[in-house]
């Protein structure tokens, strides 16, 4: 039996990748009816968004020995910026220890990695009356976020409808920001990334 854990975080292309087929799973179980983005709409802009946009759209699965474990997209929007992280989910078998940690932990490698010149990542955490999963759980996933140098914004938000048919998807949320640690100043006022946002995070 083997006792050690070895995490890794990579990126898929391709909507036939195996890890991919399995992470979508993970999110698809572990993600709330109100939040959750059709599977198919992901599938479709995971093989075709950077052939049509400048800005970049990465998904990511988070293994555990090899073991796909968890899931997360987010898109670096070329003209702001800035990284927009949308979703992080874990299979809750492996809810224990610091797997959590370790996930945002080298989430948060992998922006400063790619990315390094970008002026902040935020995260948009809705505000659900009843969480399914401890991902919908807004205390506690800010909770977890400010271990990795995340602070929520004092401004009022709205998460949009994901899409035209989902009117539930429209619920109060609040905007977790990190600060790259590579970025010289934060030179984009408040009211400025929730329009940016309003505008461009819901490109799905």
């Known amino acids: 039996m083997n006792l050690n854990s070895h995490y890794s975080l990579e990126r898929v292309v391709s909507s036939k990748d195996q890890k991919y087929i399995e992470g979508l799973s993970i999110y698809s179980r572990y993600t709330h009816p109100a939040l959750r983005t059709e599977t198919n ?3 479709y802009w995971l093989d075709n968004y950077n052939k049509k946009f400048d800005d970049e759209f990465h998904v990511l699965v988070f293994s555990n020995n090899e073991i796909v474990i968890g899931y997360t997209q987010l898109t670096y929007f070329v003209e702001e910026n800035i990284v927009v992280i949308d979703y992080i989910s874990i299979d809750e078998r492996y809810r224990k220890n610091n797997t959590f940690f370790e996930f ?10 790619k990315f390094p010149s970008s002026s902040f990542s935020v995260v948009e955490l809705a505000l659900i009356d009843q969480p399914y999963h401890q991902s919908d759980n807004f205390e506690l996933m800010k909770k977890l976020l400010g271990m990795i140098g995340f602070y929520e914004l004092d401004l009022d938000y709205w998460q949009l409808e994901l899409s035209a048919s989902n009117h539930e998807s429209k619920v109060p949320a609040r905007l977790i920001l990190s600060i790259c640690t590579m970025s010289v100043s934060m030179a984009v006022p408040q009211k400025s990334i929730t329009l940016s946002l309003a505008n461009k995070s819901n490109s799905f």
């Open 104 to 113: 945002a932990d080298q989430l948060a490698q992998y922006i400063e990695s």
């Open 41 to 43: 709409t992901i599938t």
